[in-house]
């Protein structure tokens, strides 16, 4: 199982009645390439990749939200696991999410083992510092 902490960088949380999380993926489409920009009103305005603009009706054919903060689509599981529906790339998607999942999971494992191997040497160092000393009546 993935932390939470970890899957919250990816989205918002949510839970349904019998406890089980879902991560929805904010601004997805920038994973696959694409730079999206939407209206004041939250509309989609343009779509844009490898410097190409893309026609509102082919980014709804991809699966691009049309509105701002409609990431509904697209989901990670506890176990780091991306749920995708109604996308046309969405195996490519699936492969680069969970990579990031897993990268960002072994990069907090790193950081807790250092961060304990750290505590423990201060302790043994701490330890050593201190001379014993004897009270002589």
Same mark, same amino acid.
């Given at each position: 199982?993935?932390?939470?902490?970890?899957?919250?960088?990816?989205?918002?949380?949510?839970?349904?009645?019998?406890? $089980?999380?879902?991560?929805?993926? +904010?601004?997805?489409?920038?994973? &696959? @390439?694409?730079?999206?920009?939407?209206?004041? =009103? *939250?509309?989609?305005?343009?779509?844009?990749? $490898?410097?190409?603009?893309?026609? +509102?009706?082919?980014?709804?054919? &991809? @699966?691009?939200?049309?509105?701002?903060?409609? =990431? *509904?689509?697209?989901?990670?599981?506890?176990?780091?696991?991306?749920?995708?529906?109604?996308?046309?790339?969405?195996?490519?998607?699936?492969?680069?999410?969970?990579?990031?999942?897993?990268?960002?999971?072994?990069?907090?494992?790193?950081?807790?083992?250092?961060?304990?191997?750290?505590?423990?040497?201060?302790?043994?160092?701490?330890?050593?510092?201190?001379?014993?000393?004897?009270?002589?009546?």
């Amino acid at each position: 199982m993935v932390s939470r902490k970890i899957l919250r960088q990816f989205g918002n949380a949510w839970e349904d009645s019998r406890g $089980n999380f879902r991560f929805y993926v +904010n601004d997805w489409p920038k994973y &696959l @390439g694409y730079s999206v920009r939407y209206y004041n =009103s *939250g509309n989609l305005m343009v779509v844009v990749k $490898n410097g190409e603009t893309i026609s +509102n009706y082919k980014a709804t054919k &991809l @699966g691009i939200p049309q509105h701002r903060g409609s =990431s *509904g689509k697209v989901w990670l599981d506890e176990e780091g696991k991306a749920h995708i529906r109604d996308i046309a790339e969405a195996e490519k998607l699936k492969r680069i999410l969970e990579a990031k999942v897993r990268a960002a999971s072994r990069l907090e494992e790193n950081y807790t083992k250092r961060k304990i191997e750290k505590r423990a040497q201060s302790k043994s160092t701490t330890k050593a510092a201190k001379p014993k000393t004897r009270t002589v009546t």
